[in-house]
């Protein structure tokens, strides 16, 4: 709330209106940089009057990411098909061609894959083909996990350089790139929000 008791308005929301559509939109950012919250303001607003497709990568394997995807839910509304792809991204992304979508995250699904023990390079490969083919405005949803500390043990250190060149790969494919940080929206490829 504001000091005259309005609301604040979103400095990320409100620089995205009007902003023309991108067919393939990667949106960065850290943890609670507002990267979630922009991907679906956009791919609403592309969609018109159209019901956007949510790819959701992530598993409720406890309580408290349980608690997290409800959330999610509950702050989208009930105007999205939702399709869990954990780990046959590639294949959501193909059946639904045509639709606008959200795929909300690509690290998750990186990491799944990984704890799978499942070829990261053909996965990648399988994603970009499958983002190229696409008929309908995609907006992807990936961390910036490169920012931090090199982790202290392997898996770590071979999860960042795969998000890491993951999100290399789908940025040169990608029509738009933005970077979200503190709920701002930086662009780095693409029209200027």
């Not at 909300?104 to 399988?126: E, F, H, K, Q, V």
Request: hydrophobic share 45%.
């Amino acid at each position: 709330m504001s000091e005259d008791g309005g609301a604040i308005p979103d400095p990320l929301l409100g620089n995205v209106a009007g902003w023309p559509v991108q067919p393939l939109t990667l949106v960065l950012g850290g943890a609670r940089s507002g990267k979630s919250r922009l991907a679906e303001a956009l791919i609403r607003q592309w969609a018109g009057k159209d019901t956007p497709t949510y790819i959701a990568t992530a598993e409720a394997f406890d309580a408290e990411m349980q608690e997290r995807i409800a959330k999610h839910q509950a702050g989208r509304g009930a105007n999205w098909e939702t399709v869990e792809a954990p780990m046959s991204l590639p294949a959501a992304l193909m059946r639904a061609r045509a639709k606008p979508v959200l795929v909300d995250c690509l690290t998750l699904w990186l990491s799944n894959l990984m704890l799978a023990d499942r070829p990261i390079d053909g996965a990648s490969d399988a994603l970009i083909t499958a983002l190229q083919e696409r008929k309908a405005p995609t907006v992807l949803v990936s961390n910036e996990v490169g920012l931090g500390i090199v982790p202290d043990n392997e898996l770590g250190r071979r999860f960042r350089d795969a998000a890491g060149y993951l999100n290399q790969a789908v940025a040169a494919s990608a029509d738009a790139v933005v970077f979200t940080a503190a709920g701002l929206p930086l662009v780095l490829k693409g029209p200027k929000i």
